[in-house]
T-cell receptor, first 112, second 114 residues
Framework: NAGVTQTPKFRVLKTGQSMTLLCAQD?????MYWYRQDPGMGLRLIHYSVGEGTTAKGEVPDGYNVSRLKKQNFLLGLESAAPSQTSVYFCASISQGLKGYTFGSGTRLTVV | KQEVTQIPAALSVPEGENLVLNCSFT??????LQWFRQDPGKGLTSLLLIQSSQREQTSGRLNASLDKSSGRSTLYIAASQPGDSATYLCAVERSGAGSYQLTFGKGTKLSVIP
């Protein structure tokens, strides 16, 4: 099925460990986004990309890095995980000229 | 900075009732406004998108309106059903940013009681 796929769906990390979250979309969308969702805070934008090879900071970028080496993939990296990064992470994509976002099903990350 | 507020935070209604969810935003220079549905432990499903030049959009039992000048949107759900129980999120897209960034409200958690 066409859409946005996030891997992994769940992960538990120890403080200081690193990991990469993968977002893959098969809709040929130009724009891709990483959001985090925390209780009482709503969804907040971490980083985004307007095309292959480009990335930009969102509202809460500290502690995260991203890469968009291929148009269909957007990677979110945590170099040294902290308990404050415990959250549910959502990837989304949209095509220029079309309306409406497509969201992945999320990655639930716990940092202990 | 754009701020999006959704009222009420939670709502419980008996099955069959019509209901209205409210969304307000502080900066009227928006590109469009979207309503999403989120089921527990799931991702977001787009329900309706209203472009800044539009006043409303309808899909089935859902109707969303937009008043840019007053910074408000409403989502009307007719003849509510237990399957409508979910969290409803409102999000506005910045105008002129060129990157289609969304600013979300914190959502309204709806419970429809059979």
């Amino acid at each position: 099925n066409a859409g946005v796929t996030q891997t992994p769906k769940f992960r538990v990390l120890k403080t200081g460990q690193s990991m990469t979250l993968l977002c893959a979309q098969d809709m040929n969308h130009e724009y891709m986004y990483w959001y985090r969702q925390d209780p009482g805070m709503g969804l907040r934008l971490i980083h985004y990309s307007v095309g292959e090879g480009t990335t930009a900071k969102g509202e809460v970028p500290d502690g995260y890095n991203v890469s968009r080496l291929k148009k269909q993939n957007f990677l979110l990296g945590l170099e040294s995980a902290a308990p404050s990064q415990t959250s549910v992470y959502f990837c989304a994509s949209i095509s220029q000229g079309l309306k409406g976002y497509t969201f992945g099903s999320g990655t639930r990350l716990t940092v202990v | 900075k754009q701020e999006v507020t959704q009222i009420p935070a939670a709502l419980s209604v008996p099955e069959g009732e019509n209901l209205v969810l409210n969304c307000s935003f502080t900066d009227s220079a928006i590109y469009n406004l979207q309503w999403f549905r989120q089921d527990p432990g799931k991702g977001l499903t787009s329900l309706l998108l209203i472009q800044s030049s539009q006043r409303e959009q309808t899909s089935g039992r859902l109707n969303a309106s937009l008043d840019k000048s007053s910074g408000r949107s409403t989502l009307y759900i007719a003849a509510s059903q237990p399957g409508d129980s979910a969290t409803y999120l409102c999000a506005v897209e910045r105008s002129g940013a060129g990157s289609y960034q969304l600013t979300f409200g914190k959502g309204t958690k709806l419970s429809v009681i059979p």
